[in-house]
C-alpha cells in the first residue's frame, strides 16, 4: 500500500479546511450539478449508492460535497440528508435541489463533532471521499461517532491497490496540480469498520474506468490497463478507483 504524501516542491500534505474545500465545491458549479441529474450522468459511486440503498429509505451524506449523489438519489425516491461544514457547498446543494424540485435536507455541520440527529434517524450513512483525509485513529473515531444516527454505513475512498489512481496521483503531485489535500487510499477498511463497532462488514471495489481517468488521455499507463481490462474485463482484480465498505451499526 502507498501512502504519497509529498508535495513535488517538497512540503507536505495536509487536509483541507472548511473554506478550501468551498473554493471547490461551491455555486460556480450549480448549472454542471442540474445538468447532470437532469441527464441521469451518474458516476460510479452515484450508481454504487443507488444500489445499495432502497425507495423510502432515510439516507444521510456526510461530507456532501456538491451533492451530486444525493440528488441523484432524491430522484429516485430516498428521503435524502446532505450535510457538509461547507457554507458554500451547503448552498450549492440547496440551490440545486430547488432548481430540481428535490426535497433534499441539508444540514451545516462539522463530521468530527457529534452529528445533530436523533439516534437511527437514517437507514443509511454514507461518506464517499471524506474519510481518507484522516488517519486512521480519527477514521475509527469518526466511524465509532457517526455509528449512532444511522443502521447501515457504506464508505467510498480511494482504493490503495489501484495502479492507474497512484500512478494518476503521483504524476498530478509532481506537476504541483494535486489539489485534496491529503489524501490516504486505503487497502481495506474491514478492520477499521470492525474496531468501531460495526458488524456484517463487506467491501469491494467500484469505478475502474474511473481509476484510468487520473492518467492523462495518451499516458502509456492507461492505453495499456485499458487495453488489458478491455480484452480482460473480468476479474478487475480489484483495481476499482473506489473502496467501498458495508456495515452495520450495533447498536
Not at 461530507?63 to 429516485?76: N, R
Not at 443509511?124 to 488517519?135: D, I, M
Request: glycine content about 8%; charged content about 25%.
Amino acid at each position: 500500500m502507498w501512502h504519497i504524501h509529498m508535495y513535488a516542491g517538497g512540503g507536505t500534505y495536509r487536509p483541507l479546511e472548511a473554506d478550501e474545500w468551498g473554493e471547490i465545491y461551491n455555486q460556480e458549479m450549480l448549472d454542471r450539478v442540474i445538468s447532470d441529474v437532469q441527464e441521469r450522468r451518474r458516476s460510479s459511486w452515484s450508481e454504487e449508492m443507488l444500489r445499495l440503498t432502497k425507495p423510502g429509505e432515510r439516507v444521510l451524506e456526510i461530507g456532501c460535497g456538491s451533492g451530486t449523489t444525493t440528488l441523484h438519489l432524491a430522484t429516485e425516491n430516498r428521503i435524502c440528508t446532505a450535510m457538509d461544514y461547507s457554507k458554500e457547498s451547503i448552498c450549492l446543494v440547496q440551490k440545486a435541489a430547488k432548481q430540481l424540485n428535490l426535497p433534499v435536507h441539508t444540514c451545516l455541520a462539522d463530521a468530527r463533532k457529534d452529528l445533530p440527529f436523533e439516534d437511527q434517524a437514517f437507514d443509511v450513512v454514507f461518506q464517499a471521499g471524506l474519510l481518507e483525509h484522516f488517519e486512521r485513529e480519527e477514521r475509527v473515531r469518526l466511524l465509532q461517532l457517526w455509528q449512532r444516527v444511522g443502521i447501515r454505513m457504506v464508505s467510498l475512498i480511494p482504493n490503495a491497490n489501484s495502479i492507474a489512481y497512484h500512478a494518476g496521483k503521483f504524476l498530478q503531485e509532481e506537476a504541483g496540480e494535486w489539489e485534496y489535500g491529503m489524501e490516504l487510499p486505503q487497502a481495506t477498511m474491514k478492520d477499521e469498520f470492525i474496531e468501531a463497532g460495526y458488524q456484517n462488514v463487506e467491501e469491494h471495489t467500484i469505478g475502474l474506468k474511473d481509476a484510468f481517468s487520473f492518467l492523462p488521455e495518451h499516458h502509456y499507463l492507461r492505453v495499456a490497463l485499458e487495453h488489458w481490462f478491455t480484452e480482460h474485463p473480468e476479474p478487475d482484480y480489484g483495481q476499482g478507483y473506489l473502496l467501498c465498505t458495508v456495515g452495520e451499526s450495533r447498536i
